[in-house]
Protein backbone atom coordinates (compact mmCIF):
# COMPACT_ATOMS: atom_id res chain seq x y z
CA UNK A 1 0.00 0.00 0.00
CA UNK A 2 1.62 3.80 -0.95
CA UNK A 3 1.40 6.18 1.38
CA UNK A 4 -1.38 8.14 -0.07
CA UNK A 5 -3.70 4.68 0.16
CA UNK A 6 -2.50 4.61 4.04
CA UNK A 7 -2.70 7.87 4.56
CA UNK A 8 -5.90 8.32 3.32
CA UNK A 9 -7.49 4.75 4.46
CA UNK A 10 -6.19 5.52 7.95
CA UNK A 11 -8.62 8.87 8.09
CA UNK A 12 -11.67 7.65 6.70
CA UNK A 13 -11.46 4.21 7.78
CA UNK A 14 -10.78 5.56 11.42
CA UNK A 15 -14.46 7.45 11.19
CA UNK A 16 -15.88 3.71 11.30
CA UNK A 17 -16.71 2.35 14.98
CA UNK A 18 -17.03 5.58 16.87
CA UNK A 19 -21.24 5.78 16.66
CA UNK A 20 -23.99 4.07 15.81
CA UNK A 21 -25.67 6.87 13.81
CA UNK A 22 -22.09 7.42 12.06
CA UNK A 23 -21.89 3.75 11.18
CA UNK A 24 -26.04 3.29 10.10
CA UNK A 25 -24.68 6.11 7.80
CA UNK A 26 -21.48 4.57 6.35
CA UNK A 27 -23.72 1.23 6.00
CA UNK A 28 -26.20 3.00 3.96
CA UNK A 29 -24.19 5.07 1.60
CA UNK A 30 -21.73 2.33 1.09
CA UNK A 31 -24.21 -0.39 0.77
CA UNK A 32 -27.46 1.29 -0.05
CA UNK A 33 -27.47 5.20 -2.16
CA UNK A 34 -26.84 3.57 -5.14
CA UNK A 35 -29.90 2.53 -5.43
CA UNK A 36 -31.38 5.70 -4.12
CA UNK A 37 -29.43 7.16 -7.12
CA UNK A 38 -31.03 4.81 -9.37
CA UNK A 39 -34.73 5.52 -8.48
CA UNK A 40 -34.21 9.38 -8.82
CA UNK A 41 -32.23 8.57 -11.78
CA UNK A 42 -35.45 6.60 -13.14
CA UNK A 43 -37.81 8.90 -11.83
CA UNK A 44 -36.23 11.61 -14.55
CA UNK A 45 -35.92 8.76 -17.10
CA UNK A 46 -39.72 8.39 -16.96
CA UNK A 47 -40.55 12.04 -16.54
CA UNK A 48 -39.26 12.65 -19.74
CA UNK A 49 -39.77 9.56 -22.02
CA UNK A 50 -41.19 11.70 -24.04
CA UNK A 51 -38.31 13.65 -25.07
CA UNK A 52 -34.85 11.69 -24.26
CA UNK A 53 -35.58 7.89 -23.52
CA UNK A 54 -32.48 6.98 -25.65
CA UNK A 55 -30.32 9.38 -23.84
CA UNK A 56 -31.23 7.78 -20.37
CA UNK A 57 -30.93 4.57 -21.84
CA UNK A 58 -27.40 4.72 -23.22
CA UNK A 59 -26.29 6.50 -20.22
CA UNK A 60 -27.71 3.21 -18.40
CA UNK A 61 -25.73 0.78 -20.31
CA UNK A 62 -22.54 3.09 -20.09
CA UNK A 63 -22.52 2.50 -16.70
CA UNK A 64 -23.85 -1.06 -16.95
CA UNK A 65 -20.80 -1.68 -19.34
CA UNK A 66 -18.57 0.51 -17.02
CA UNK A 67 -19.33 -1.95 -13.69
CA UNK A 68 -19.68 -5.37 -15.27
CA UNK A 69 -17.37 -4.85 -18.72
CA UNK A 70 -14.44 -2.55 -17.58
CA UNK A 71 -14.39 -2.92 -13.57
CA UNK A 72 -14.63 -6.89 -13.96
CA UNK A 73 -12.04 -7.09 -16.81
CA UNK A 74 -9.25 -5.33 -14.88
CA UNK A 75 -9.89 -7.34 -11.98
CA UNK A 76 -9.25 -10.46 -14.10
CA UNK A 77 -5.52 -9.26 -14.47
CA UNK A 78 -5.21 -6.85 -11.53
CA UNK A 79 -5.74 -8.81 -8.06
CA UNK A 80 -5.71 -6.29 -5.12
CA UNK A 81 -7.30 -7.97 -1.69
CA UNK A 82 -9.73 -5.94 -0.48
CA UNK A 83 -8.39 -3.48 2.64
CA UNK A 84 -10.19 -5.33 5.70
CA UNK A 85 -8.60 -8.26 4.10
CA UNK A 86 -4.89 -7.42 3.81
CA UNK A 87 -5.05 -5.44 6.83
CA UNK A 88 -6.76 -7.52 8.71
CA UNK A 89 -9.02 -4.81 10.04
CA UNK A 90 -12.44 -4.56 11.01
CA UNK A 91 -14.59 -3.46 8.63
CA UNK A 92 -18.41 -2.73 8.57
CA UNK A 93 -18.91 -3.30 4.82
CA UNK A 94 -18.40 -7.02 3.57
CA UNK A 95 -17.32 -7.82 -0.27
CA UNK A 96 -14.90 -10.53 -1.37
CA UNK A 97 -14.04 -9.55 -4.77
CA UNK A 98 -10.89 -7.67 -6.13
CA UNK A 99 -10.92 -3.94 -4.73
CA UNK A 100 -9.93 -2.11 -7.74
CA UNK A 101 -11.56 -0.32 -9.15
CA UNK A 102 -14.95 0.24 -7.09
CA UNK A 103 -17.55 -1.14 -8.95
CA UNK A 104 -20.25 1.67 -6.94
CA UNK A 105 -18.13 4.20 -8.15
CA UNK A 106 -17.35 3.28 -11.80
CA UNK A 107 -20.91 2.50 -11.89
CA UNK A 108 -21.99 5.70 -10.81
CA UNK A 109 -19.49 8.21 -12.65
CA UNK A 110 -20.08 6.23 -15.79
CA UNK A 111 -24.06 6.89 -15.13
CA UNK A 112 -22.95 10.58 -14.08
CA UNK A 113 -20.70 11.86 -17.01
CA UNK A 114 -22.82 10.00 -19.90
CA UNK A 115 -26.03 12.36 -18.35
CA UNK A 116 -23.25 15.88 -18.27
CA UNK A 117 -25.01 15.86 -21.83
CA UNK A 118 -28.45 15.73 -21.78
CA UNK A 119 -28.97 16.66 -17.92
CA UNK A 120 -26.76 18.28 -16.20
CA UNK A 121 -28.46 18.95 -12.49
CA UNK A 122 -29.02 15.15 -12.80
CA UNK A 123 -25.43 14.32 -13.67
CA UNK A 124 -23.65 16.94 -10.55
CA UNK A 125 -26.01 14.89 -8.01
CA UNK A 126 -25.07 11.86 -9.42
CA UNK A 127 -21.45 13.06 -9.65
CA UNK A 128 -22.12 13.87 -5.91
CA UNK A 129 -23.31 10.79 -4.63
CA UNK A 130 -20.91 8.81 -6.58
CA UNK A 131 -17.95 10.54 -4.68
CA UNK A 132 -20.31 10.27 -1.56
CA UNK A 133 -20.50 6.61 -2.02
CA UNK A 134 -16.69 5.98 -2.60
CA UNK A 135 -15.66 7.81 0.44
CA UNK A 136 -18.22 5.56 2.60
CA UNK A 137 -16.73 2.55 0.87
CA UNK A 138 -13.61 3.51 1.87
CA UNK A 139 -14.42 4.03 5.48
CA UNK A 140 -16.48 0.95 5.76
CA UNK A 141 -13.17 -1.31 5.04
CA UNK A 142 -13.75 -2.40 1.67
CA UNK A 143 -11.86 0.15 -0.37
CA UNK A 144 -8.97 1.71 -0.72
CA UNK A 145 -8.65 5.61 -1.98
CA UNK A 146 -7.21 4.69 -5.04
CA UNK A 147 -10.09 2.23 -5.71
CA UNK A 148 -12.51 4.82 -5.60
CA UNK A 149 -9.89 7.38 -7.89
CA UNK A 150 -9.64 4.10 -10.30
CA UNK A 151 -13.42 3.79 -10.24
CA UNK A 152 -13.51 7.54 -11.10
CA UNK A 153 -11.21 7.80 -14.24
CA UNK A 154 -12.18 4.65 -15.83
CA UNK A 155 -16.37 5.36 -15.40
CA UNK A 156 -15.51 8.94 -16.98
CA UNK A 157 -13.41 7.02 -20.07
CA UNK A 158 -16.49 4.33 -20.37
CA UNK A 159 -18.97 6.88 -20.97
CA UNK A 160 -16.39 8.87 -22.91
CA UNK A 161 -15.52 5.70 -25.11
CA UNK A 162 -19.52 4.77 -25.32
CA UNK A 163 -20.68 8.25 -26.36
CA UNK A 164 -17.35 8.28 -29.23
CA UNK A 165 -19.24 5.28 -30.60
CA UNK A 166 -22.70 5.94 -30.58
CA UNK A 167 -21.78 9.42 -32.19
CA UNK A 168 -19.70 7.60 -34.66
CA UNK A 169 -22.36 5.25 -35.53
CA UNK A 170 -25.17 7.45 -35.68
CA UNK A 171 -27.40 5.18 -32.98
CA UNK A 172 -28.00 8.36 -30.82
CA UNK A 173 -30.81 10.37 -31.14
CA UNK A 174 -30.32 13.53 -32.74
CA UNK A 175 -31.81 16.99 -32.51
CA UNK A 176 -31.81 17.19 -28.79
CA UNK A 177 -29.83 19.84 -26.71
CA UNK A 178 -27.50 16.78 -25.94
CA UNK A 179 -24.02 17.27 -27.80
CA UNK A 180 -25.17 14.35 -30.35
CA UNK A 181 -24.68 16.15 -34.09
CA UNK A 182 -24.84 14.18 -37.41
CA UNK A 183 -21.47 14.49 -39.09
Known amino acids: MNWFDNYFFGILHGLAGKSAPGDFLIIFFGDYFLYVCLIIFVYFAWRNRQQQPKLYGLAIVSALIARFGVAEGIRLFYHRLRPFLA ?61 IFGGIVFGILTSLAVRAIVKLTNLGPIGYSSGFRRA
Open 87 to 147: LHTTHLLSDYAYSFPSGHTIFMFALAAYTFYFNKKLSYFLLASGLVIGLARVAGGVHYPTD
